[in-house]
């Protein structure tokens, strides 16, 4: 997602900005800008597309000073554009702030504010902050505790950095459920969103936790709780801890390969598409950007959904939901078939198109296609600003961040909990999903992140499976229902990033032609969790073990039945069957993974591929 980076001390803060800046530009951005405080007040500059624009600009019109925060901006409200850039300040100009994340109720906010007479510059829903910090501060008179009191009327994700034009030696920094780190110097302090940021600076770092904010001067870092005032709390202790990182390591959060630090992220991403998408309690659900009434889409009566590769594989998924929670009658079709075939598409027909990048030529074809037929078309992208996004009436933005390593993981899991989303949004409109039926679904959804976490905290049994079959010329993967989506998926990531030939295929279909295959030399691997095709499963899994293939099941924890069925049994918790694909992916992924790298293969970069196909 965005940068933040944040000085004070004593070198020139520009010089400091802009290496911070420059070493979290693998998030991904589409603007950038910086505020610093000097002799001449609050100087900002703010430039769209790549830190290069921004370093000419500075370069012919420097500024000096030594105190300042600066943003990279990934587009989530407001187009990419100088006045939606970050820092935003508020209407009087005192106050200066960069923010991360999602602020929830800012249209409450933004009219609160509006009626207080204050005029909003930007489409943004981060301009409110400043303006609530210069109202917290004129009722104070204390810019830390300013800044505290504007953040408890926020509800949502937030990492801030704060500048007042009035404070020439202090920063302020705060987190909720977006990363913040802080660097400590010699008569000099930083934060930004991530390490690598500062790591030419300092390696003693603290990382603040939720709810927690840091003032920042030159020789002190002094951090307090959000939830209790300034002058009647105490500072919390944080123990400051030594980075030993790589610059390189850094930027992968300390991982060995982007794909393993993406795969790990999944439990935040899915996160943050809640924060954005429902309210707290789990009621409600805000497709803001949709763009299509709801009269219109009750009047839905067929759905397709176009999409390559992984995105494909999400949209197979999302029928399932489609046809069980709206119960409309959903095609889905990879976009290079899409495009070139005579579908029979009625006006009461949407189109639904998935890609990460926002920019898949096939996909953007065949929105095209459905635009020129006069259809509606609703995208699920994860690139904000991007030609699929512009060129549908509505989108669901994934808000995954940027996804480096080519073989996509974070942003499978995302399209499949946005497509969840759809899907129940749907069946209100449709009259088939009730108040308390869509809070119990939005409470098992909002159930998901914890249980990706646990699945992943151990992987030792998917890596006893990876060392067995690391030389394994060939593999296959076997599902039902839900569970078959993802057996595509998964030989899909093996195939692409460790080179074994590997195949997908629906488990009813194995007599059809697949089991002449099997022998002792074929791993099988089987979605096996719970659900109505879970005997159907078992039946298929002995028919592989006939033929003596050798069965890797995918279950839940409390399956003891596959037991005596299976050679390898890797376990993810146990979740109703239409969830279950947002957990049984990670082992797929983490299995590939595991794999290409006992092979020697590169795994962010596997041969012959392009994380973004812009070509047909």
């Avoid at 000073?65 to 409200?77: K, L, N, Y």
């Avoid at 109202?135 to 950095?161: I, K, N, T």
């Avoid at 049984?584 to 992924?589: E, V």
């Amino acid at each position: 997602m965005c940068g933040i980076v944040g000085y004070v001390g004593s070198k020139s803060a520009i010089s400091v900005l802009m290496v911070g800046l420059t070493k979290l530009e693998y998030r991904g951005y589409d603007s950038a800008g910086v505020a610093v405080l000097n002799g001449h007040g609050v100087e900002l500059r703010r430039t769209v597309g790549k830190l290069e624009v921004l370093r000419k600009s500075l370069h012919d019109e420097p500024i000096d000073g030594h105190i300042g925060i600066a943003h990279t901006r990934w587009a989530t409200h407001g187009e990419p554009n100088e006045t939606n850039s970050h820092p935003h300040r508020d209407a009087t100009e005192t106050v200066f702030v960069a923010h991360n994340g999602i602020i929830e109720n800012y249209g409450e906010l933004r009219a609160e504010l509006e009626a207080q007479g204050v005029v909003f510059r930007s489409q943004t829903d981060s301009e409110v902050v400043p303006n609530l910090v210069k109202r917290a501060y004129d009722e104070c008179g204390d810019f830390p505790e300013a800044v505290r009191r504007a953040l408890s009327q926020v509800h949502g994700s937030y990492a801030v950095a704060v500048l007042h034009k009035d404070y020439p030696g202090t920063l302020v920094a705060a987190r909720q459920m977006s990363p913040l780190v802080l660097g400590l110097g010699n008569g000099e302090n930083f934060f930004a969103s991530d390490v690598p940021a500062i790591l030419n600076a300092t390696r003693r770092v603290i990382f603040l936790d939720d709810g927690e904010m840091a003032v920042l001067s030159p020789e002190k870092v002094v951090v307090y709780d959000l939830d209790t005032p300034i002058e009647a709390g105490k500072p919390r202790h944080k123990a400051a801890v030594t980075i030993d990182w790589s610059p390189e390591q850094a930027e992968k959060g300390g991982y060995t390969h982007y794909m393993l630090k993406e795969i790990h992220e999944q439990p935040d991403v899915i996160n943050r598409l809640l924060s954005r998408y429902t309210n707290p309690e789990r009621t409600h659900i805000n497709l803001d950007q949709i763009g299509i009434t709801d009269d219109e889409l009750r009047g839905i009566r067929r759905i397709f959904i176009q999409a390559c590769g992984t995105s494909w594989h999400a949209g197979l998924i999302g029928k399932y939901l489609l046809e069980r929670l709206p119960m409309i009658a959903v095609d889905v079709d990879t976009s290079s078939e899409f495009r070139y075939r005579n579908a029979i598409l009625s006006p009461d027909t949407l189109v639904i198109a998935i890609s990460q990048s926002g920019e898949t030529a096939d996909t953007l074809a065949g929105i095209r296609e459905a635009n020129r037929r006069g259809l509606k078309v609703i995208s699920i992208v994860n690139v904000p600003g991007s030609t699929i996004a512009r060129e549908s009436a509505g989108v669901i933005y994934i808000n995954a961040g940027p996804e480096v390593g080519v073989a996509s993981t974070k942003a499978y899991t995302a399209q499949i909990a946005a497509l969840y989303l759809l899907s129940l949004h749907l069946g209100v409109i449709h009259g088939l999903v009730d108040t308390e039926r869509l809070q119990r679904r939005l409470s098992k959804l909002g159930e998901v992140p914890g249980l990706m976490q646990r699945t992943l905290e151990d992987d030792s049994e998917v890596r006893r499976v990876a060392e067995e079959f690391a030389h394994a010329d060939n593999a296959m993967f076997i599902g039902r229902g839900f569970g078959y989506p993802n057996a595509l998926e998964g030989a899909l990531k093996l195939k692409e990033i460790s080179y074994i030939h590997a195949e997908g295929y629906p488990a009813g279909e194995l007599k059809h032609g697949p089991i002449a295959l099997i022998d002792e030399k074929m791993p099988v691997v089987a979605i096996a969790t719970s659900g109505a095709v879970y005997e159907k499963m078992v039946s298929n899994i002995q028919e592989v073990r006939a033929r003596k293939g050798r069965v890797i099941a995918i279950t839940g924890q409390g399956n003891t039945h596959i037991n005596a069925h299976a050679d390898f049994i890797i376990r993810v918790p146990e979740l109703t069957e239409s969830f279950a694909p947002l957990l049984t992916a990670l082992p797929l992924q983490l299995l590939a993974y595991h794999i290409a790298n006992l092979r020697g293969c590169d795994v962010d970069q596997p041969r012959n591929l392009a994380k973004s196909v812009t070509v047909e």
